[in-house]
T-cell receptor, first 112, second 109 residues
């Protein structure tokens, strides 16, 4: 199993640009989530999904969209990037919300 | 919503000593409390977790204790080794996962 994979590893955007961070898992997990990690603030939940076709907002959803058309994939979209979205983004998956979460290697995003 | 506070933010110990990291949470509905270890440039990795119907759990040199009345839980690492050096995060889950700010543990040889 590849586990949780994320692409790209690094990305630099200009303010106002859009992009999609990709996340995929091959463990047949129903629950997937996106976090951002900023210095001194731990990980904050952006959006999560309890299964294909179902998504919900987390703690810091503004400026981000998600969709879950398949069990395997959970992309995160930035429609109009802002410098405040400079962060490291982690995708995670688990069988359910109360089971062990497996994290991807992260995407480091810089918005200029 | 749930608020998780973690202390200390940095911790330095000598190899072989014990390390303790403490977290408090605010939402009494929280029922799942995992601990993650994050090494530089990598994603967090689960090291131990505890559910609300259990007071203590051990796995070799690592243990977690939970006090539901006081709403706090702690990570205990005994016989620390240099490879234990990393950032450790606690988390609590009422409906979605909320993380503490992290503790940078340094184990000096």
């Amino acid at each position: 199993n590849a586990g949780v994979t994320q692409t790209p590893k690094f990305q630099v955007l200009k303010t106002g640009q859009s992009m999609t961070l990709q996340c995929a898992q091959d463990m047949n997990h129903e629950y997937m989530s996106w976090y951002r990690q900023d210095p001194g603030m731990g990980l904050r939940l952006i959006h999560y999904s309890v299964g294909a076709g179902i998504t919900d907002q987390g703690e810091v959803p503004n400026g981000y969209n998600v969709s879950r058309s398949t069990t395997e994939d959970f992309p995160l979209r930035l429609l109009s990037a802002a410098p405040s979205q400079t962060s490291v983004y982690f995708c995670a998956s688990s069988y359910s919300g109360a089971d062990t979460q497996y994290f991807g290697p992260g995407t480091r995003l810089t918005v200029l | 919503g749930e608020n998780v506070e973690q202390h200390p933010s940095t911790l330095s110990v000598q190899e072989g000593d014990s390390a303790v990291i403490k977290c408090t949470y605010s939402d009494s509905a929280s029922n799942y409390f995992p601990w993650y270890k994050q090494e530089l440039g990598k994603g967090p990795q689960l090291i131990i977790d505890i559910r609300s119907n259990v007071g203590e759990k051990k796995d070799q040199r690592i243990a977690v204790t939970l006090n539901k009345t006081a709403k706090h839980f702690s990570l205990h690492i005994t016989e620390t080794q240099p490879e234990d050096s990393a950032v450790y995060f606690c988390a609590a889950r009422p409906h979605d996962m909320r993380f503490g700010a992290g503790t940078r543990l340094t184990v000096k040889p």
